[in-house]
C-alpha cells in the first residue's frame, strides 16, 4: 500500500506563506512525476505544480508561477511546496499525488489533502 500525506496547511494572512510536505511511505513504488493540485469550494481540482522525480524539472499552473516553489527531497521521500505571496483565491484543499510512469494516463497515488484558508 502506497500512502502520500500532506501537512503545512493552516490559516494565513494575505501576503503570507506556508510550506506544503508530502511525505510518501508504504511499499516500494515508482515515481515518475509528483504534483500538487488544490480545489477550492465549489469548484473543479486544479493542477498546482509538478516536478519531475528523476530530474527534478519543474511546472506551475500561471495562476501561481513566481509565487510557489516546488521541490523534492530523495533521502525523506517527501515533495514540498513553498508558497508566499499567498490570496485569498488559494484557499483550497491541497492534494499531493503521484504519477507513477511517464505512460501513465492519470496520477496513480494521491494523499487525504491539507487545508489552506488564506484571509484578507
Known amino acids: 500500500q502506497v500512502q502520500l500525506v500532506e501537512s503545512g496547511g493552516g490559516l494565513v494572512q494575505a501576503g503570507g506563506s506556508l510550506r506544503l510536505s508530502c511525505a510518501a511511505s508504504?511499499?516500494?513504488?515508482?515515481?515518475?512525476?509528483m504534483g500538487w493540485f488544490r480545489q477550492a469550494p465549489g469548484k473543479e481540482r486544479e493542477f498546482v505544480s509538478a516536478i519531475q522525480w528523476i530530474t527534478g524539472s519543474t511546472s506551475y499552473a500561471d495562476s501561481v508561477k513566481g509565487r510557489f516553489t516546488i521541490s523534492r527531497d530523495y533521502a525523506k521521500n517527501t515533495m514540498y511546496l513553498q508558497m508566499n505571496s499567498l490570496e485569498p483565491e488559494d484557499t483550497a484543499v491541497y492534494y499531493c499525488a503521484v504519477k507513477s510512469t511517464s505512460w501513465s494516463t492519470e496520477y496513480d497515488y494521491w494523499g487525504q489533502g491539507t487545508q489552506v484558508t488564506v484571509s484578507s
Open positions: 508504504g511499499r516500494t513504488f515508482s515515481r515518475y512525476l
